[in-house]
Nanobody
Framework: QVQLLESGGGSAHAGDSLRLSCAASGAGRYGMGWFRQASGKEREFVASISWIGGSPVYAPSVKGRFTISREKPNNTLFLQMNDLKIEDAGVYYC??????????????????WGQGTRVTISS
């Protein structure tokens, strides 16, 4: 069993930065990822990272602007979001993939999800 709790969402202007955090608790070795869902749209992959904090994978829309990282001692996942765009708005979800240690872009492979944190971007 893995519990995930996101924080750090809020309002920002285009071009600003935000940092999301996800506190993970529960035994096991698992990959983790960030997904987001904009209003009226399907949930989409943002970034993932392996159990050891390597092998980051990014969606093309955020590559070069967002950085995923993982702090092992307290098993916290981060998403540093720079140069935010209007289209980055949505609810951001932290997820854990206990089936493998690599994470990955497929939402169906993740079996634990946080409750989400909302990011609002204005021009």
């Amino acid at each position: 069993q893995v519990q995930l709790l996101e924080s750090g969402g809020g309002s920002a202007h285009a071009g600003d930065s935000l940092r999301l955090s996800c506190a993970a608790s529960g035994a096991g070795r698992y990959g983790m990822g960030w997904f987001r869902q904009a209003s009226g749209k399907e949930r989409e992959f943002v970034a993932s990272i392996s159990w050891i904090g390597g092998s980051p994978v990014y969606a093309p829309s955020v590559k070069g602007r967002f950085t995923i990282s993982r702090e092992k001692p307290n098993n916290t996942l981060f998403l540093q979001m720079n140069d935010l765009k209007i289209e980055d708005a949505g609810v951001y979800y932290c997820a854990a993939n206990t089936r493998q240690i690599m994470g990955g872009p497929e939402a169906d492979e993740y079996d634990y999800w946080g409750q989400g944190t909302r990011v609002t971007i204005s021009s």
